[in-house]
């Protein structure tokens, strides 16, 4: 059997780092299982539904390192389930309803009364044919629930009867289905729920393992009871814990919050999203993985917690500080050159100033000072203005070395007498404009000594 995994969003809007979470934790099983992973968008809402937000979805997950195996669009696929809801009627488990939203939630309220769960009393099994016929002529069309088996032999008597699975995050999982209403499958308008289209296209896409937020646990009972109404087996679940954030704060791709187009244009890396989304709320310490194969050697389904993976997005900015802080120059260069940072230098700077960045683009920021000088002359004292001075006239004549820094500033020191913060802090200043940066030992093959001089104040 070929494990194989489904990331299925509704493109309704641009996914977030939580719905990223899902994504990548069913990525990330198919790697460590040799299997595929199938892009589906749930895309049945067509009033909703967008191919803009179907190809920026694809984007956003390509550049996470995510590439699908498959890609399935419910919309082209409604032959399909057709032929699933006439085996269900063929059964008789799928029945007409009439009840408007109205009437449901005052038979709910009467049910609270009653000290009855306030589920769906199956009212639509006893109508009489004359009275659909009257529902009909007043124009009502009705909505399809599925029928749950949890009775003997009479639907109106339900009894306890419980759904069971090994969950790959949550250990051993019950159900009880008397204690649910019969969902609805197809509305009044003939569109279909969230329900019927995901089995239908699991069964379908011979999907082997499903992989989601634990916001759909309650589904899960349901789910299997009509996998096997449809006479399949089930696939094996797994329900991770969602994440949110450390306010409690929940992710919505209707508001944007976190989305992952933000976070790509804000500069963050691709793996410091990912790591984030991915250790957050695990054993694991959340560290920032280089690649995804060294993210999937860390990744264990089931050492996920069961409680809420709750961060602090400014946590992203130290991942991305690591991150670029252990990026080799081979991984940075053609993005560099992008910036325009080319050229025997570009690799010596890289090494010399990633440790000082938040995002690879600030490396533009640094190779104008290294190729032009401060953006702003530095505002000196008058005896710092003369030690600098000084300092620039005991710079050593070229070729320079790895030792040149350490000889010059010890000559300096030794001349002026200076040391420390004193020593240090105008020649930094005089050297980038800035107070603080890369070593300058680092950076003084850079500049050279016309570059160094031209900085003269």
């Known amino acids: 059997m070929t494990v194989t995994v489904r990331f299925a969003p509704s493109p309704t809007g641009h996914i977030h780092i939580g719905n990223a979470r899902t994504a990548l934790?069913?990525?990330?099983?198919?790697?460590k299982n040799g299997g595929n992973f199938v892009q589906r968008f749930d895309d049945t809402d067509v009033a909703r539904s967008r191919q803009e937000y179907a190809d920026a979805i694809l984007y956003d997950l390509h550049w996470l390192g995510i590439f699908q195996d498959a890609t399935e669009y419910q919309s082209r696929r409604f032959e399909i389930y057709e032929g699933a809801v006439d085996r269900l009627k063929r059964a008789g488990v799928l029945y007409a309803c009439y009840e408007t939203p109205e009437e449901l939630d005052l038979r709910r309220k009467i049910r609270r009364t009653r000290g009855l769960p306030p589920v769906y009393g199956r009212e639509a099994l006893q109508l009489t044919h004359a009275q659909i016929a009257e529902y009909e002529s007043d124009g009502r069309r009705p909505h399809w629930r599925f029928l749950l088996p949890n009775f003997r032999n009479d639907p109106m008597e339900p009894e306890r009867t419980e759904v069971e699975w090994n969950d790959l995050v949550r250990g051993e999982e019950t159900i009880d289905l008397a204690s649910l209403s019969d969902p609805i499958l197809i509305r009044e308008d003939g569109t279909y729920l969230y329900t019927l289209p995901s089995?239908?296209?699991?069964i379908d896409l011979d999907i082997t393992h499903v992989i989601r937020g634990d916001d759909h646990v309650t589904n899960t009972g349901v789910q299997i009871a009509l996998f096997k109404a449809l006479g399949a087996e089930p696939p094996t679940f797994g329900h991770h814990n969602l994440l949110t954030t450390s306010t409690g704060e929940a992710l919505s791709k209707r508001t944007g919050a976190l989305s992952i187009a933000g976070l790509r244009e804000?500069?963050?890396?691709?793996?410091?999203?990912?790591?984030l989304a991915v250790l957050t709320g695990t054993s694991e310490n959340v560290v920032a993985a280089p690649?995804?194969?060294?993210?999937?050697?860390?990744?264990e389904l089931g050492a996920t917690s069961k409680s809420a993976a709750k961060f602090d997005p400014e946590d992203l900015n130290a991942l991305n500080r690591d991150l670029l802080r252990q990026m080799p120059f081979d991984e940075a260069r053609d993005r560099l050159a992008a910036f325009g940072i080319m050229g025997d230098h570009a690799e010596p700077f890289w090494l010399a100033?990633?440790?000082?960045?938040?995002?690879?683009?600030?490396?533009t920021n640094w190779w104008r000072i290294v190729q032009r000088g401060p953006d702003v002359p530095p505002d000196f004292s008058e005896n710092d203005r003369e030690f600098v001075q000084k300092a620039f006239d005991l710079l050593p004549q070229e070729p320079?070395?790895?030792?040149?820094?350490?000889?010059?500033?010890?000559?300096?020191?030794e001349e002026t007498r200076r040391k420390g913060k004193m020593l240090y802090a105008p020649l930094r200043l005089a050297l980038t404009g800035l107070d603080s940066g890369p070593e300058l030992a680092d950076l003084l093959p850079l500049l050279g000594r016309a570059g160094i001089q031209a900085r003269r104040p």
Do not use: C, H, Y
């Not at 320079?400 to 020191?413: E, L, M, N, P, R």
């Open 266 to 275: 804000a500069g963050m890396e691709p793996m410091t999203v990912a790591s």
């Open 199 to 202: 089995v239908v296209d699991d």
């Open 291 to 299: 690649s995804m194969s060294d993210l999937a050697q860390r990744f």
């Open 400 to 413: 320079w070395d790895g030792d040149t820094w350490k000889s010059w500033i010890d000559t300096v020191k």
């Open 353 to 363: 100033v990633r440790g000082n960045l938040d995002k690879l683009s600030d490396a």
């Open 25 to 31: 934790f069913n990525w990330l099983f198919a790697m």
